[in-house]
């Protein structure tokens, strides 16, 4: 598990659930991340460690039927479309929820144009096969109705959630304050990815259009932009 949004996310929404005694699994094609350190220890982790996706949905189906989950929740192509064809080849009854993070369409923008037709084909596939289909905001949502050629009300908007915040000591105000280049006051900050499927753009403008002059951006992370 990385430290990636999608990880990050998935891992707050295990938390969650986990200390409300659901029992919980998490499968990983790889056992490896910074993340994994901050599973709860009622959480099993099973690791695949292999990343070939024949591999994946051989043992997926195998899971469904031996486990039989109440619900496996997919996230990230293709790996929602894996899941989708798994549990529909296998016997269990489980529902599926495949949630995609991002713009599909822009994060794969610049692949050639059979991966595009079969980035399509594939979710237009999954779309029908999962119980419920769903992305992390209204562009998203929008984008993947149009690749999956579903009406976007049939994809459910499920906003990432914000942990709970911690108490901050004055001490560690001091600290952070050292790392700001304006001075005290609204401050704004981005953590993630700079690439085309964040829609920094919107954010800007947005930040533009604040009526306190005196408020602050600033954007932490690598990437094209």
Known sequence: MCSGGAEKVTLELIKALASNDID???ILISKQGGLLTEVPNNVKL????NSNLFYVLI???RYFNKRKPYALIAAIWPLTFISSLAKTLSISKSCL???EHTTLSVQ???KPRWFRIALQLSLMISSRLSNVTAAVSLGSAQD???LSRISVKKV???HNPIPKARYVCSKELVIADQYWPTPPGNRILYVGSLKEPKNLRLLLQAFYMLSCKSSSLILVGDGPL
């Open 144 to 146: 993947l109705a149009k």
């Open 156 to 158: 459910a908007i499920l």
């Open 46 to 49: 099973i690791d695949l460690n």
């Open 108 to 110: 794969y923008a610049s």
């Open 97 to 99: 929820l495949s949630v």
């Open 24 to 26: 919980f699994e998490i």
């Open 59 to 61: 043992t997926l189906i």
